[in-house]
């Protein structure tokens, strides 16, 4: 049996290859991650280098306790995973049974459909209407009463739009399913859903140290959930899918979380300029509460990301067969990162 696959964009080695280019000239506008480097990261990995003949202890229960701590539940609360990707294919492997249903606001990440397939559950989903892409909250309440699994992605990636809370929770009271709440872009808006897995016992939070932690290469994220779930998935987890350098690494940025805080300021400062920026070139920017702006660009989509991308420039491109097929989304990066992307926005506008 072939599963649908995960579809990545070219590697940086091979657009800066194509383009003529060294691949530090390549930017990533496609992965919303950080455009903070980890320098303070470069102790922490020589330290652990020193014990890498070791396996990781299997139960992770120090990052349990640090994630535990930073999000002020006790730590049989707590599953960690090698990033929130794992996590999502866990939850579909731990819940979900062959033939069951599985709901999704469409469009959103494209791994939730993927990890339904691969449980051999059936997917329905509910779009949300272009041009505004509002939260579709009457259809998927009626989508969601019989559903064994609701996946809802809050903000939304990649619309950056959110259902409001009360939306939330209504989907949560009207099924008997399991909600997965794949919060991976939190920290951008403020918000925390930890309180609620002690309310709710069919509430599953996901989170990740990929996007605001800005340690998407470390693959670290965790589920939060009340202790008969997390039982549930630590039922499914590998053994060691977390390096133990990652933990390391993802414990330090839970105990100073300052750090994340203020790249999160600055990038909803830069988010705001960028937002300007990407207006005054013609674009339609959607409203957006994460790190990445999604734009109506026209039929011209296609060829404008191809230009970009001759210069180095990578954006999130959608096919043409979706709602999406004229939009663009671009990643919020550095001041001068996001300079280079206007002015070649420009030249291939113009
Ligand atoms: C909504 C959403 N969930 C999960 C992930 C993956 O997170 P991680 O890097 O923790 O696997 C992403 C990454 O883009 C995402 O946008």
Same mark, same amino acid.
């Given at each position: 049996m072939r599963f649908p696959k995960y579809e990545w964009q070219p590697t940086s080695v091979e657009i800066a290859a194509a383009a003529g280019l060294d691949p530090d000239q390549v930017e990533r506008f496609d992965h919303n991650t950080s455009p903070q480097s980890t320098e303070w990261a470069a102790d922490i990995v020589v330290e652990g280098s020193m014990r890498l003949n070791e396996y990781p202890a299997a139960s992770y229960l120090e990052l349990r306790r640090a994630v535990a701590d930073f999000a002020g539940l006790d730590t049989d609360r707590v599953v960690p995973g090698a990033g929130a990707d794992e996590l999502i294919l866990l939850a579909a492997r731990a819940f979900l049974d062959p033939g069951q249903k599985a709901v999704l606001n469409a469009p959103t990440y494209p791994l939730y459909r993927i990890a339904t397939a691969q449980v051999r559950s059936e997917i329905v989903e509910v779009e949300a209407?272009?041009?505004e892409f509002g939260f579709p909250v009457d259809e998927m309440l009626v989508a969601a009463r019989d559903a064994e699994l609701v996946w809802l992605c809050v903000p939304s990636n990649p619309l950056g739009n959110r259902p409001t809370d009360a939306d939330i929770e209504a989907i949560i009271a009207a099924t008997d399913g399991l909600v997965v709440l794949d919060a991976a872009y939190a920290e951008f808006t403020g918000d925390d859903w930890a309180p609620w897995v002690d309310r709710y016992h069919n509430l599953l939070v996901l989170r990740t140290m990929s996007k605001a932690f800005g340690l998407a290469g470390a693959r670290v994220g965790y589920a939060l959930g009340n202790p008969d779930l997390v039982n549930a998935?630590?039922?499914?987890?590998? /053994?060691? !899918?977390?390096?133990? =350098?990652?933990?390391d690494l993802a414990?330090?940025?839970?105990?100073a979380p300052d750090h994340m805080r203020s790249v999160v300021g600055s990038i909803r400062e830069e988010r705001v300029r960028l937002a300007g920026g990407l207006q005054g070139s013609g674009l339609r920017v959607? /409203?957006? !509460?994460?790190?990445? =702006?999604?734009?109506?660009?026209?039929?011209r989509a296609g060829r404008v990301a191809e230009d970009l991308m001759s210069e180095g420039l990578v954006v999130r491109t959608f096919s043409d067969a979706g709602p999406l097929g004229t939009y663009l989304r671009f990643t919020v990066?550095? /001041?001068r990162a996001d300079d280079r992307l206007l002015s070649a926005l420009q030249r291939s506008l113009s």
């Open positions: 209407k272009p041009p998935l630590d039922g499914v987890r590998p /053994p060691g !899918s977390i390096s133990s =350098l990652s933990v414990i330090a940025a839970l105990q959607l /409203p957006s !509460s994460t790190n990445f =702006l999604l734009c109506e660009v026209g039929r990066r550095s /001041p």
